[in-house]
């Protein structure tokens, strides 16, 4: 973040404007770079008697979310308190602001400064920012097309990390204690390890896992060793390591913690796993089933051995199995009152409890043995637990929807990569399945996400009950209608909405149903 005063006033002008100039760059589009956008801005403010005497500039910074744009915040406190020296702000374009999903969030930000009495004017933009309904409709598309755009480069780079991972490369994170980072390039070659914070430079390079020192893998060997065949626990192991001066990856003593990630983690026995958790489009994190996991196995040397990996494995899911549900509940509880709190890496830390791993293994996922034994979250989670339910739905929804066709005759087949049914080599149909939320009034609410990016034909939406256990209804929506990358539904919606609704699947079936008929003579 920073902020610069610029001299330069005008001297055919006897009294310019003061205004601001701010400035955003994303990481993947340098042709956004702020010096670009202010060398538009700058020849928009000479044309129009403006004079920047502040430009505030986030530099390197998803449009994604406001968090971490402290240059936007800055903006936007000046602004609303009334210490700001300008009446308009300079913006290269509209998807400066940011490409969200939700356009209106774009739109507030405008509206923010509006009501404080500072204008927006957008330098690169072939439209005057006027307030007249051709600007403001203009506007609203530009906001849609900015986070269409933003969700189909996720779609692209989640493909792309995809095959990356399938062919063995590594994406982000540490290798992690005994193994290293190698660097090699487009044609397979070796070239350097990278230390810890070293990255690529090169495009075209690619990043593989390769055992590290000989002392730290000897380390890892002994911690599976005696974890497996002396009966030893995850803290008389870290106990061991840290009696020989032994440290962590990150030069900090073991503890059970670190002990058990070593033990449950497959790059140990060369396998490339990837996707465990996702953040897609900065919105929401998410713990993802092993159904929805990336992974190449034996992407890589091994360090130890898959039958000493495996057995590990049993020994950590059978010593939870010795215990009731209600002493493995009873045993968190106590973690609970003595912290305050509770998470995966500080239920693994703890004497005498089951890990997180055994937790999840049991009961289906943490979430459900933090509800059962009285613990919320302070951040909501629920939403995950919906998806979990919509990721175990979709298939059943997907098979029936693939019957329903198939009985009357029409030719089904399925994209296994996106799940897009295409019937009679004529028609794509994209099913998605909405989450009922409801509202602090206790409305139900649904909100359609179209997969634009793929092209179907027909998008179903299935409007799912509350507890996302069940169908609703289904939205029968054909792209052609759809203006928007997302609709809202309530309970009941607009007539020009509801004409596409239906209690069941049989309006797609018939559709889909083949008619013979007689050629003409």
């Known amino acids: 973040m920073k902020y610069q005063t610029e001299s330069g006033t005008n001297a055919d002008l006897a009294s310019p404007t003061p205004a601001a100039a701010y400035v955003r760059m994303s990481t993947e589009h340098q042709q956004y770079s702020t010096e670009n956008q202010l060398d538009t801005i700058r020849l928009y403010a000479a044309a129009h008697s403006l004079e920047i005497i502040k430009t505030y500039?986030?530099?390197?910074?998803?449009?994604?979310?406001l968090e971490g744009r402290d240059a936007l915040k800055q903006l936007f406190d000046d602004v609303e308190s009334g210490n700001a020296a300008f009446?308009?702000?300079l913006v290269y374009d509209v998807s400066r602001w940011g490409r969200f999903q939700d356009p209106d969030v774009s739109a507030s930000y405008e509206v923010r400064c509006r009501q404080a009495g500072v204008t927006v004017q957008y330098c690169a933009e072939q439209f005057t920012n006027d307030g007249s309904p051709v600007s403001n409709i203009i506007k609203s598309v530009k906001r849609m097309m900015a986070g269409e755009y933003s969700r189909e480069l996720s779609v692209k780079v989640f493909a792309g990390q995809s095959r990356l991972i399938e062919l063995g490369f590594r994406q982000g994170g540490p290798a992690g204690f005994g193994l290293r980072r190698q660097l090699i390039d487009a044609t397979g070659s070796v070239k350097n390890q990278l230390g810890q914070g070293e990255h690529k430079s090169i495009q075209t390079d690619r990043v593989v896992l390769v055992p590290g020192p000989e002392d730290e893998i000897e380390a890892v060997q002994w911690i599976y060793r005696l974890f497996v065949e002396e009966g030893r626990s995850e803290r008389e192991i870290a106990d061991w390591l840290n009696g020989r001066g032994i440290l962590t990856d990150r030069a900090r003593p073991w503890s059970r913690g670190t002990v058990h990630q070593v033990l449950i983690n497959e790059k140990y026995i060369g396998n490339n796993v990837w996707n465990r958790t996702s953040f897609k489009l900065k919105q929401e994190h998410t713990r993802n089933q092993p159904d929805q996991w990336v992974r190449a196995d034996g992407a890589f040397q091994a360090i130890v051995s898959p039958l000493l990996f495996k057995a590990a494995q049993e020994i950590i899911q059978t010593r939870s199995y010795r215990l009731p549900d209600e002493e493995m509940l009873q045993r968190l509880r106590g973690i609970y009152q003595r912290h305050g709190y509770l998470s995966g890496l500080i239920i693994d830390e703890a004497e005498g409890c089951p890990s997180s791993s055994a937790y999840q293994h049991r009961f289906g996922s943490l979430l459900r043995c933090y509800s059962l034994i009285g613990y919320t979250p302070d951040r909501d989670y629920q939403y995950i637990e919906a998806n979990r339910r919509l990721r175990e739905m979709h298939p059943l929804l997907l098979e029936q929807t693939i019957t329903k066709i198939a009985d009357v005759g029409g030719r089904v087949d399925v994209d296994p990569t996106t799940d897009l049914i295409q019937v009679n080599q004529e028609l794509l149909v994209s099913l998605v399945l909405c989450r009922c939320q409801l509202s602090t009034t206790g409305a139900k609410r649904w909100k359609i996400r179209f997969d634009l990016g793929l092209c179907p034909d027909i998008t179903v939406a299935v409007r799912m009950a509350p507890g996302e256990e069940a169908a609703l209804d289904y939205y029968v929506?054909?792209?052609?209608?759809?203006?928007?990358?997302?609709?809202?539904?309530?309970e009941s919606n607009q007539a020009s909405l509801e004409i596409y609704r239906f209690n069941t699947l049989d309006i797609l079936a018939e559709l889909s149903r083949r008619s013979a008929y007689r050629r003409a003579a």
């Open 87 to 89: 009446s308009t702000i």
């Open 57 to 65: 500039t986030d530099a390197g910074k998803s449009g994604l979310r």
């Open 477 to 490: 929506l054909p792209t052609v209608d759809m203006s928007s990358p997302h609709v809202r539904l309530a």
